[in-house]
């Protein structure tokens, strides 16, 4: 990692931001060739739950069967319907469209009027298995690759697992799920969040007024592919006796980083935590060369060992927090969507960074390995 650097140059390209060949290319050596971030183990509790991503142009379905999670091609064998349609749910592994169901092998079962598939024995049936993907999990992380080739989970996260596991561990209650249209490609949403550079001329209401600003000091981290960073609180902020009580109230919570903390596991999977007290725990989901999803889970911490905090706390705690993360979140769309129609519009062919925007230097320096590697053979 690059420290101490008053002057870089970006890697990435500009034209990488809203070429459409770049984005298909993208799907296949970027997201089909990483693992992919899909949910927490948290949403997959009971049986029959499930969730569905798109993954490098992908319909995966990732099931829980009687506490066995295992990942599939979301599409049906038969006449090729897309099985679950919905982004979760709990319900059995079965098309809607003529009713084929699967088990817990991605083979189908109980198929109406099967005597009148000719031949359609044992060995057949066998024969039209829904494609299996790789599935892992850290902690209450959910990966899945759809790949063939690529390392072990334990490997691809490297020391950033052990960041994982201690978020796992401070996991509360949900407070919220909310989505984020944003007209940005995913590569512009995703470098947002690596840097606070912007945060006083961005976030006047919210993190600044929390006492964020340039003179903040920044400790970056490198985990392979993956970054993360803790921005404290500029020396000459003044005391909030809100945030002192709350931090008071909360003081047996696991996780206590020493300001707003940020974690990126590539390609996809984007963390922050304000003092350790909640937590969103959002995914970057590409929609097109110009488009993209940014979904995340609200958290509040609990006291270690899945102790819930009291609800009164709760209940105050959720609200200013909804609005903290939304408003932040909003703010964030709005610059990332001016960045790429300026993008789109620009003579330069890259951009330039400099010394607080080292991780935006790192997740290109990542993403150029990955878009700039053979051919996959991919299942």
């Not at 980083?257 to 350790?276: A, C, M, Q, R």
């Not at 003579?347 to 230097?361: D, F, K, M, T």
């Not at 790192?362 to 993403?367: I, K, L, P, R, S």
Request: one cysteine or more; glycine letters at 6%; proline letters at 3%.
């Amino acid at each position: 990692m690059i420290k101490n650097s008053q002057f870089l140059k970006a890697i990435v390209p500009n034209s990488a931001y809203y070429n459409k060949e770049t984005f298909e290319k993208e799907q296949e050596r970027v997201f089909q060739a990483s693992w992919y971030y899909v949910g927490l183990t948290l949403d997959l509790q009971e049986h029959n739950d499930f969730l569905t991503r798109e993954i490098g142009g992908k319909s995966v379905v990732i099931q829980n069967f009687k506490g066995e999670l295992k990942a599939f091609h979301n599409v049906c064998t038969h006449r090729f319907n897309k099985i679950h349609s919905k982004k979760c749910g709990n319900g059995p592994l079965a098309c809607p469209y003529h009713n084929w169901n699967y088990n817990k092998d991605g083979i189908p079962f109980g198929i109406p009027l099967k005597k009148e598939f000719q031949g359609l024995d044992k060995e057949s049936l066998n024969e039209l298995q829904l494609t299996q993907f790789r599935l892992d999990t850290c902690g209450k992380f959910v990966f899945v690759n759809v790949s063939n080739d690529a390392p072990l989970l334990t490997e691809f996260l490297g020391s950033s697992a052990e960041k994982l596991l201690e978020i796992s561990s401070m996991l509360g209650r949900k407070a919220e799920h909310y989505e984020i249209q944003n007209k940005a490609n995913w590569k512009i949403v995703i470098e947002n969040t690596l840097e606070g550079y912007h945060i006083s001329s961005v976030h006047p209401n919210t993190f600044y007024k929390q006492g964020f600003n340039l003179k903040s000091t920044v400790d970056f981290g490198n985990h392979g592919d993956h970054t993360d960073m803790t921005l404290h609180l500029s020396e000459n902020a003044e005391k909030d006796k809100k945030r002192e009580r709350f931090h008071k109230l909360l003081k047996d919570r696991p996780f206590q980083p020493d300001g707003f903390y940020h974690l990126l596991v590539f390609p996809n999977l984007s963390i922050g935590s304000l003092f350790g007290v909640t937590a969103y725990i959002g995914s970057i989901e590409p929609v097109s060369e110009n488009e993209s999803v940014f979904s995340y889970d609200l958290y509040e911490t609990n006291f270690g060992e899945g102790r819930l905090i009291d609800e009164n706390i709760s209940e105050v705690l959720r609200y200013s927090s909804i609005e903290f993360t939304r408003t932040t979140l909003e703010e964030d769309r709005e610059i990332c969507e001016n960045v790429q129609k300026g993008i789109e519009q620009s003579n330069a062919l890259i951009g330039v960074l400099n010394s607080s925007e080292v991780r935006i230097w790192d997740f290109q320096n990542t993403y150029m390995k990955f878009i700039e590697r053979e051919e996959n053979v991919l299942i």
